[in-house]
T-cell receptor, first 109, second 115 residues
Framework: GQNIDQPTEMTATEGAIVQINCTYQ??????LFWYQQHAGEAPTFLSY??LDGLEEKGRFSSFLSRSKGYSYLLLKELQMKDSASYLC??????????WGAGTKLIIKP | ETGVTQTPRHLVMGMTNKKSLKCEQH?????MYWYKQSAKKPLELMFV???????ENNSVPSRFSPECPNSSHLFLHLHTLQPEDSALYLC??????????????FGAGSRLTVL
């Protein structure tokens, strides 16, 4: 079966750096997405990786290794507003999105 | 108004009621989706419409009935639901389906409680 694994919950301190991991086993690969979802709000797109390597967007970076079935989302200079759930999703060979259950990130002052 | 708008935001219904969820997008996208989000579970894809034609129906019980009258509007008609159907129902849209990034733009969801 197809599966996406990510930690259920993480805690970090304001101003620090946190890395949220995502491992996947899917039938084929056509891209990996990260979305952010604040409580009670819509998920919003953060990043898209289709080739190996690091994509940087301001304080957020996303890394992909297709050979290892692995990605991470790196958040730098954490702010209280970064408290949210982070969803990892992989598009398989049929262009279906396979979703992880999300990682709830708690930022403490 | 821009983005994806869902109404109502909250809905409480009995098991014998009939209600509908509405979704509207003003992005000029060709594809629209219904997802079910339950606590601590992955998003479950329910239905996909591309250019107003249903292209995906993931073994969803018939008590959920989608309708896509045009490329900007999507409905989810609900009848004789079960308590386990209580969840957040998310609508999303994307430029197209298939190849390409096709990033999803989500609405804020309709929180459904079935008593």
């Amino acid at each position: 079966g197809q599966n996406i694994d990510q930690p259920t919950e993480m805690t970090a301190t304001e101003g620090a750096i946190v890395q949220i991991n995502c491992t996947y086993q899917t039938s084929g690969f056509n891209g990996l997405f990260w979305y952010q979802q604040h409580a009670g709000e819509a998920p919003t797109f953060l990043s898209y990786n289709v080739l190996d390597g690091l994509e940087e967007k301001g304080r957020f970076s996303s890394f992909l290794s297709r050979s290892k079935g692995y990605s991470y989302l790196l958040l730098k200079e954490l702010q209280m507003k970064d408290s949210a759930s982070y969803l990892c999703a992989v598009r398989d060979s049929n262009y279906q999105l396979i979703w992880g259950a999300g990682t709830k990130l708690i930022i403490k002052p | 108004e821009t983005g994806v708008t869902q109404t109502p935001r909250h809905l409480v219904m009995g098991m014998t009621n009939k209600k509908s969820l509405k979704c509207e997008q003003h992005l000029g996208h060709n594809a629209m989706y219904w997802y079910k989000q339950s606590a601590k579970k992955p998003l479950e894809l329910m239905f996909v419409y591309s250019l107003e034609e249903r292209v995906e129906n993931n073994s969803v019980p018939s008590r959920f009935s989608p309708e896509c009258p045009n490329s900007s509007h999507l409905f989810l008609h609900l009848h004789t639901l079960q308590p386990e159907d209580s969840a957040l129902y998310l609508c999303a849209s994307s430029q197209d389906i298939g190849a390409g990034a096709n990033v999803l733009t989500f609405g804020a969801g309709s929180r459904l409680t079935v008593l």
